[in-house]
């Protein structure tokens, strides 16, 4: 079974820095592009970025709300994604959700995970 | 890259069928066949409905479909049911290399 499992939310002050994590099992991880989408209390859905895997030369890529201060990377020996966020704003609150792109130049993002709560707040 | 527009909310009854749109811009939605639809059910995970404009994944009900025509794309549903009730995301690729997606659309099964 294909499964996405984030981790790492929590409580964190203005300013602070948080790492999240995407630990992806039941597929092949290294092959894949991983997401990272996240959704505002009672708001949207926000594309935040996605990692591309080693034939892609890792290449990573953000949306412009978190450019500078948001930074993807992946361990493929541990198949898990990262998420590290800096500089960390009130509006950075959010349910983090990764996802896969099942199949390169579509847009078959399928599974997400469960989510994970960031709360940005002093 | 501004959000693409989508309908605050649709409604419809059992049975009936509704159309969902999503429009974007010449740079995303008109630039490529790289548009998803999602379903969101209160506090779950969004589930994939219909991928690259009009592909439905296996599990995925026939009464779900997805086209384009230009800068919009839509997604219908067919032959509502109470179950279909949730919120609905499109998701387009960009020339900027990035993903934008909609603001979502409630669904209300009357």
């Known amino acids: 079974e294909v499964q996405l499992v984030e981790s790492g939310g929590g409580l964190v002050q203005p300013g602070g820095s948080l790492k999240l994590s995407c630990a992806a099992s039941?597929?092949?991880?290294?092959?894949?592009?991983m997401y990272w989408v996240r959704q505002a209390p009672g708001k949207g859905l926000e594309w935040v970025g996605r990692i591309r895997s080693k034939a892609k030369s890792y290449a990573t890529a953000c949306a412009a709300s978190v450019k500078g201060r948001f930074i993807i990377s992946r361990d493929d020996s541990k198949n898990t994604a990262y998420l590290q966020m800096n500089s960390l704003k009130t509006e950075d609150t959010a349910v983090y959700y990764c996802?896969?792109?099942?199949?390169?130049?579509?847009?078959?993002?399928?599974?997400w995970g469960q989510g994970t709560l960031v709360t940005v707040s002093s | 890259q501004s959000a693409l527009t989508q309908p605050a909310s649709v409604s419809g009854s059992p049975g009936q069928s509704i159309t969902i749109s999503c429009t974007g811009t010449?740079?995303?939605?008109?630039?490529?066949?790289?548009v998803s639809w999602y379903q969101q059910h209160p506090g779950k995970a969004p589930k994939l409905m219909i991928y690259d404009v009009s592909n439905r994944p296996s599990g995925v009900s026939d009464r779900f479909s997805g086209s384009k025509s230009g800068n919009t794309a839509s997604l219908t549903i067919s032959g509502l049911q109470a179950e279909d009730e949730a919120d609905y995301y499109c998701?387009?690729?960009?020339?900027?290399?990035?993903?934008?997606f909609g603001g979502g659309t409630m669904l209300t099964v009357l």
């Open positions: 010449s740079s995303d939605v008109g630039a490529y066949n790289y």
């Open positions: 998701i387009s690729y960009t020339t900027s290399s990035t993903w934008v």
């Open positions: 039941g597929f092949t991880f290294s092959g894949s592009t």
């Open positions: 996802t896969r792109q099942v199949v390169v130049g579509t847009s078959w993002l399928d599974p």
